[in-house]
């Protein structure tokens, strides 16, 4: 027994390695890089420095607003997309899902150009619809605010579907049925019941989504270069900068950054806690419930668990 151990001690090494090499050791690198200064010493100027200065706050403004408006429309499209996701025949189902895991992969450099050659100044569609005399995208521009937030919508919408579609599952039948036995409409349903044991997962979702827009650096870059101040962009240049190198403010507009996300994920945590004991009441005996009465009290019941 104890040489069976041994191996799985062993075995887990590799995982361990990885571990300490590519995530705490940045993170620890990141941590005493902003306090430190150039010279040696401790300061937390640069944290200061960050929240006097027009510049770096602008950063951090801009891809706050990113983050926020292409977050709420992909959660608000995602969640239309898995509702109806859900009205489909399984083997179609899973074509779709299939067809939403590869788009929310499809990000980056790639993403980037593809825009650039359908949308750019000297796009597809845009010479198409110059020489049809259609005025579609004469006051767009891809590469300011609207254009990345359009790039941005294009990878949060997939991600928000493939993470809220399994909520609706958690929604039961019979709640449906008793609420139409008992005269309630279908928006009266949603209102008192649906969405409200959907609010943990659209919440949830809507922190992974802020977080995933905060991080993202190679669509940004690849479409605006450094034209347009994101915090991602400004770190990448600080860090590794044609001009000029500060790896030390670069840490300390690193760590803001993962504090911003740390607390979009603690949001996600305490919301699928929350989904979790939601969709997994009544499994047992909800299902055997028949009739009138037993609807009755199974819609009862559901809008006292929603509204706790």
Aim: net charge positive; glycine share 10%.
């Amino acid at each position: 027994m104890k040489h069976n151990k041994r191996w799985m001690l062993l075995g887990l090494a590799p995982f361990v390695f990885m571990v300490l090499a590519f995530q705490l050791t940045p993170i620890l690198t990141m941590l005493t890089g902003s306090v430190s200064k150039s010279g040696g010493g401790f300061t937390f100027g640069y944290y200061d420095k960050i929240f006097h200065s027009a510049f770096y706050l602008q950063a951090i403004k801009n891809s706050l607003l990113i983050a926020v408006y292409s977050s709420a429309i992909g959660l608000i499209v995602g969640l239309v997309c898995a509702y109806s996701i859900t009205r489909f025949a399984p083997r179609i189902r899973d074509r779709l899902l299939m067809l939403s895991n590869m788009t929310s992969n499809f990000a980056g450099v790639p993403l980037a150009f593809a825009y650039i050659i359908l949308l750019g100044n000297n796009g597809v569609f845009t010479l198409l619809f110059k020489q049809w005399g259609w005025d579609v995208f004469a006051g767009f521009n891809l590469y300011s605010w609207s254009g990345l937030v359009l790039v941005y919508v294009y990878f949060q919408v997939p991600l928000a579907l493939l993470l809220l579609y399994p909520s609706f599952y958690g929604i039961r039948d019979q709640w449906r049925e008793a609420a139409a036995l008992l005269g309630a409409r279908p928006w009266q349903f949603w209102r008192t019941v649906g969405l409200p044991m959907l609010t943990p997962a659209i919440f949830g979702t809507l922190g992974i989504l802020f977080a995933n827009a905060m991080g993202a650096y190679a669509t940004a870059y690849a479409l605006v270069g450094g034209n347009y101040n994101l915090l991602a962009i400004r770190i990448g240049s600080l860090v590794a900068g044609d001009v000029v190198n500060q790896p030390e403010m670069g840490s300390a507009l690193a760590v803001l950054l993962a504090l911003s996300t740390l607390l979009a994920v603690y949001l996600n945590h305490r919301m699928s806690k929350r989904s979790e004991r939601f969709t997994a009441s009544y499994v047992s005996g909800s299902s055997e419930k028949r009739g009138r009465g037993g609807r009755k009290r199974a819609w009862l019941a559901a809008k006292e668990e929603a509204g706790a």
